[in-house]
């Protein structure tokens, strides 16, 4: 049986080692195209290059994959990983910070992330932050859609490879590449520093040949945004009947308004400091025999700080006066809230203002080592990773309240902005002096996780014939054991001077306490100690709180925060997978080649923590505390199959049917408990080893035609049916035997497994350049795409009385990108615009009608680059020139507005040089 002159052969690959093997088919493609760097390859690809690179991965892929590929040494589209991926198809992302944070494929969040193929995670995490990824050290980054039994599974979702240089992608010789920019933000009015140096050698030498390559990366983002925001719109609790509570405080008739639990201005900023390096090693004995030695460190450094004055509009004492409602009858528009001043004349209003400064650290270092052996008819391929991360975070908080403080005037919905946003006023408050301020509370906290993973795998590929129907065999073996652990503190004092909020003024740090407030229209300023100052005062602190707060000074006696026990946790998990994977090839007379696999993997560990609960008359009042382990093993069966059917050369129609896996967080897995015995009924606070995983099938197909360089169109359609999707709720139960309560009832909070999820979408991409058109004309190009979701419903634990109750969360019905090109060897001119709708990004399980939801959001972003010589290219870009900020509001039918938060414009000047 022959094939086609355009079907899949089955040769092994020959191609070099310095294409990372996330794709782990080893089959060549006949038309002598691969994702395989080759020797010829330079550093420089410019725009049209990348884009002709990044659609080759795609047609060429056994999976669904869309990619991202450097138009230089250190120069993605974008200036960051996440945003660089939001202008891939189906792709969404969230924004804040300065810079993309959070990536969610086809409307699922929980993405799993590999380095050069090797799933890679941080801390007691299942992934990486990709933000924290440096472009300036990446050589391309691929989203796959699907996966076929030779991956690594991990998430229902998708997965994010993010791969590396390697000295043999690079020329023989010496490279020297390198780049600085700088990135001036708007609202920070300040300038972010970049930098990169990249060095590799390869050389032909007695015993093979020989690269190296050392890549470093530091940048600095610095960011500052304003906000205005509401919380948890719910009916206040009590009743008419209850003196004091805030329901009786309402009008007569206006009993069941809803009104948010709290409302604030604030400002957040900051920087982040990411300091990273890798360094490759590649060795080619001989054309069968190839090895790779790897190791890389990524880190992170962050300094922020929020402030913020709130007002809570729920608590006991509230009196109401001058409520409107919102259109729909029920929701609190505006009010004013009024609270009697205590005895001692000090405010009763639940008004103040909270100042939280935070320092983040994280580091991850990976080893790598892999073995290629190749003969005409077989393949082996083994690797050894081993890599170890840990993150911590130091924070303080102080808490002040004005003094005198009884009346506030709130408007939900104000036009302050131009969008209706909450708006507080405080007559007759001043908040001018810092003798108007008392410290009510000061916190302080200290958490982190660490982890260890070591992962071995073997691939073996066989050609099992040129022509017939069976053309490869594929199996491997893959172990992976982690021992992540985490370590969370808290406590809190409660300084007074004479019974009362100690005067800020008084507080250690006090004589340096200033102005702040955010730049919004409306907004009042006020004093705070700036958290640095109170995080360098620490030592006082503490001796301040034990002076003056006894009840805390036991807690505050070491530097040492006292540990939480029911966040601390230790664990292990070990995954054993095994694969078999056959190639095929047929014609119908149509060629058409696929992959048919499964993989078995068996997961078993365990994970300890405490469980404790308030002591009684038998213990002294000492809290009872309890070691609890706990132990898990289940197995996974994924099956996969695809087909791709070559019309001709350039035309193919994909189809893929692939399943997965996407195990709980060990946070949410570790077997804790804390058995509130003082609540009435008691109330048990969990987490849930009894959790099951996440599983999925799918069902995709893309219709893809090819041409010119870069040029294709496509057009793609999805179906995913998924199990096990996670809810956090508070759910009553008959006997809490099981929580060391026997025979009593209550409520149990935990993260629980909710219903089933579907999902159905379509995608859709064009892209060119006119190389038809003459002079300059064919020197532009254009890249559309835009994915729709049919559907993406999530069965979740209440009833579907109202709009999107089902909706998933962070899942857009639309995502689309546009784009301008214009590339010559000395100038390029790239102008993007993104857009995404709105969506569900948190669901209020009190009230989950009112939960939380992003607007629309767009973004239109320039660059040009210049070359004047060759071994120079200089580069201006801007992003967010629109302005666009984050608007957001409650319930689906925007029953309320949440608020908004500012977003920067930036513009950057770089220069990068190769030689």
Not at 14 to 43: L, N
Not at 392 to 407: F, I, K
Not at 445 to 459: C, H, I, P, V, Y
């Amino acid at each position: 049986m022959s094939t086609g002159a355009w079907a899949q052969t089955t040769t092994i690959s020959t191609a070099q080692e310095g294409d990372p093997q996330q794709d782990r088919t080893d089959i060549v493609d006949p038309t002598g195209t691969s994702d395989t760097p080759q020797k010829t390859d330079i550093v420089v690809v410019g725009i049209r290059g990348s884009v002709a690179s990044a659609a080759n991965k795609k047609k060429n892929s056994k999976q669904i994959v869309d990619s991202v590929v450097s138009e230089d040494a250190g120069k993605l589209p974008d200036n960051n990983v996440v945003e660089a991926l939001s202008r891939v198809t189906g792709v969404q992302i969230e924004r804040s910070r300065g810079q993309g944070q959070s990536v969610a494929i086809r409307g699922l969040s929980g993405v799993q992330t590999t380095i050069n193929g090797n799933d890679t995670s941080l801390g007691d995490g299942r992934s990486l932050d990709l933000s924290d990824i440096p472009a300036e050290l990446l050589k391309s980054v691929d989203v796959y859609k699907t996966r076929t039994a030779d991956q690594v599974e991990g998430s229902i979702a998708g997965t994010v490879n993010v791969e590396l240089r390697r000295p043999l992608d690079l020329p023989k010789g010496w490279t020297v590449a390198g780049s600085i920019k700088g990135s001036y933000d708007d609202i920070a009015k300040n300038v972010s520093p970049y930098g990169s140096l990249l060095v590799a050698n390869r050389r032909d030498t007695g015993i093979g040949e020989i690269g190296l390559l050392v890549n470093a990366s530091w940048t600095r983002t610095k960011y500052k945004e304003n906000y205005i925001e509401s919380e948890s719109p719910d009916v206040p609790f009590g009743s008419s009947d209850e003196p004091g509570t805030p329901r009786a405080g309402l009008p007569a008739g206006l009993e069941n308004t809803v009104i948010p639990y709290r409302a604030y201005y604030g400002l957040e900023q900051g920087r982040v400091d990411r300091p990273s390096i890798s360094a490759s090693l590649q060795w080619r004995a001989n054309d069968n025999l190839d090895f790779v030695f790897e190791g890389g460190y990524l880190g992170s450094r962050a300094q922020n700080t929020s402030d913020r004055l709130f007002l809570l509009t729920r608590e006991f004492g509230s009196q109401y006066s001058n409520v409107v409602l919102q259109p729909d009858g029920r929701t609190a528009k505006s009010l004013t809230v009024t609270v009697p001043l205590t005895a001692t004349g000090r405010s009763a209003l639940p008004a103040g203002i909270d100042s939280i400064y935070n320092e983040f650290k994280s580091d991850l270092y990976t080893t790598n080592f892999e073995m290629h052996w190749r003969t005409e008819r077989a393949q082996l391929n083994t690797s050894v990773q081993y890599n170890w991360s840990k993150e911590s975070n130091v924070q303080v908080e102080h808490l002040t309240r004005p003094y005198g403080l009884t009346t506030a005037n709130v408007d939900f919905a104000s036009d302050i902005y131009s969008k209706p946003v909450p708006s507080i006023t405080f007559p007759g408050a001043n908040l001018g002096a810092v003798s108007s301020y008392g410290v009510e509370r000061y916190q302080d906290l200290a958490g982190g996780s660490k982890n260890r993973e070591f992962a071995t795998q073997t691939d073996l590929t066989i050609v099992a014939s040129e022509s017939g129907l069976l053309r490869t065999i594929q199996t491997g073996v893959r172990f992976n054991r982690r021992d992540p652990s985490n370590f969370y503190g808290y406590r809190d004092g409660f300084p007074r001077s004479g019974g009362q909020f100690t005067p800020l003024s008084q507080f250690p740090g006090g004589d340096q306490a200033e102005l702040v407030g955010p730049d919004l229209p409306g907004a009042q300023s006020w004093y705070r100690i700036p958290g640095k100052v109170v995080f360098a005062n620490r030592p006082a602190i503490r001796n301040y709180i034990q002076a003056n707060d006894p009840g805390s000074a036991e807690r505050f006696a070491t530097e040492e925060i006292p540990s939480d026990r029911g966040q601390t946790y230790t664990g292990r998990e070990n995954r054993l997978s095994y694969y078999a994977q056959i190639g095929y090839a047929f014609d119908l007379p149509i060629p058409v080649d696929g992959l048919i696999g499964v993989r078995y993997t068996n997961t078993w560990g365990g994970s300890n923590s405490y469980n404790f609960r308030p002591g009684n008359e038998a213990t002294g009042g000492q809290d009872i505390v309890q070691y609890t382990p706990a132990r898990g093993n289940y197995v996974d069966v994924l099956p996969n199959a695809t087909a791709t059917i070559h019309f001709t050369p350039k035309t193919q129609l994909r189809l893929s049917y692939t399943t997965n896996v996407q195990r709980p967080s060990f946070y949410d897995l570790r077997p804790f408990y804390f058995a509130d015995t003082r609540a009435v009924p008691p109330v048990i606070y969990a987490g849930n080893p009894k959790l099951k995983a996440q599983r999925d099938q799918a069902f995709d197909a893309s219709a893809e035609y090819y041409f010119g360089r870069g040029g294709q169109l496509s057009f793609a359609g999805y179906y995913k049916k998924a199990t096990g999707f996670l809810f956090y709720s508070r759910e009553e139960a008959g006997d809490l035997a099981e929580y060391g309560l026997p025979g009593q009832s209550g409520f149990i909070e935990q993260q629980r497994n909710a219903g089933d999820g579907t999902f159905a979408g379509l995608e859709a991409t064009a892209q060119t350049f006119f190389d038809i058109l003459p002079g300059f004309w064919r020197n532009f190009g254009v890249s559309l795409n835009a994915s729709y979701i049919l559907k993406a419903r999530v069965e979740y634990p209440f009833p579907e009385t109202f709009p999107g109750a089902y909706d998933s969360v962070n899942t857009s019905k639309w995502t689309a990108n546009a784009a301008l090109f214009y590339d010559t060897p000395t100038f390029s001119t790239r102008v993007a615009f993104n857009y995404r709708s709105a969506f569900r990004f948190f669901i209020w399980e009190a009230n989950p009608e009112y939960s939380f939801f992003n607007d629309d959001t767009y973004r239109l972003d320039a660059a040009v680059n210049y070359t004047p010589v060759k071994f120079m290219t200089l580069s201006v870009e801007g992003t967010n020139l629109l302005g666009n900020d984050v608007y957001r509001y409650f319930g689906k039918q925007n029953l309320l507005p949440l608020g908004v938060r500012t977003l920067a414009r930036t513009v950057q000047a770089s220069a990068r040089f190769r030689f």
